[in-house]
T-cell receptor, first 112, second 115 residues
Framework: QQQVKQSPQSLIVQKGGISIINCAYE??????FPWYQQFPGKGPALLIA?????SEKKEGRFTISFNKSAKQFSLHIMDSQPGDSATYFC???????????FGAGTRLTVKP | GAGVSQSPRYKVAKRGQDVALRCDPI?????LFWYQQALGQGPEFLTY????????KSGLPSDRFFAERPEGSVSTLKIQRTQQEDSAVYLC?????????????FGQGTRLTVV
């Protein structure tokens, strides 16, 4: 049962461009929304996270935009670099719950 | 250790064989999680430990899957009578405090292939 839907499946961006990955969720009980970055052969690593009391969170080149009414959130990577090439997962869970629901992932390729 | 360590990195099992996957969490981390990641998919929750207590095993797909953490540190995920559909990467994660209210650190995973 996929509770978090992620798009696109893959994304190719030129160096310096903006990468945008979108996620939508169904369960209104979710109140913690992290993004993970995964390089080949490695485990996912937390990139940035947001709670629904704010509509945007920015950390360096990475920004989460959150739309509670639409039950959607997105990751924006500004000035994308070849080193950003990885698979990105959005996720959601109820804050005090252990069952983190992940999206299917987006494979990002940043061309030099 | 510096991070979450999982072993083996790769495991090939014949259908019907039992396998055991090991996770060494970051020292002092209270919470430990197991996830299953099928090819091209996001990780899916299997089970959660708080110290040695298995508080949530709702994600285990069948009674062939069993996990333990007897001394509150190292954990083992055991799969009995493996089936082809068990082929996946099994990820372990640990976090300093209860649940995932602090950042959870993932290991590199064990890639299980059942032939």
């Amino acid at each position: 049962q996929q509770q978090v839907k992620q798009s696109p499946q893959s994304l190719i961006v030129q160096k310096g461009g903006i990468s945008i990955i979108n996620c939508a969720y169904e369960n209104t009980a979710f109140d913690y929304f992290p993004w993970y970055q995964q390089f080949p052969g490695k485990g996912p690593a937390l990139l940035i996270a947001i709670r629904p009391d704010v509509s945007e969170k920015k950390e360096g080149r990475f920004t989460i935009s959150f739309n509670k009414s639409a039950k959607q959130f997105s990751l924006h990577i500004m000035d994308s670099q070849p080193g950003d090439s990885a698979t990105y997962f959005c996720a959601a869970r109820v804050y005090n719950n252990n069952d983190m629901r992940f999206g299917a992932g987006t494979r990002l390729t940043v061309k030099p | 250790g510096a991070g979450v360590s999982q072993s083996p990195r790769y495991k090939v099992a014949k259908r019907g064989q039992d396998v055991a996957l090991r996770c060494d969490p970051i020292s002092g981390h209270v919470s430990l999680f197991w996830y299953q990641q099928a090819l091209g998919q996001g990780p899916e929750f299997l089970t959660y430990f708080q110290n040695e207590a298995q508080l949530d095993k709702s994600g285990l797909p069948s009674d062939r899957f069993f996990a333990e953490r007897p001394e509150g540190s190292v954990s083992t995920l055991k799969i009995q009578r493996t089936q082809q559909e068990d082929s996946a990467v099994y990820l372990c994660a640990s976090s300093l405090r209860l649940n995932m209210n602090t950042e959870a650190f993932f290991g590199q995973g064990t890639r299980l292939t059942v032939v």
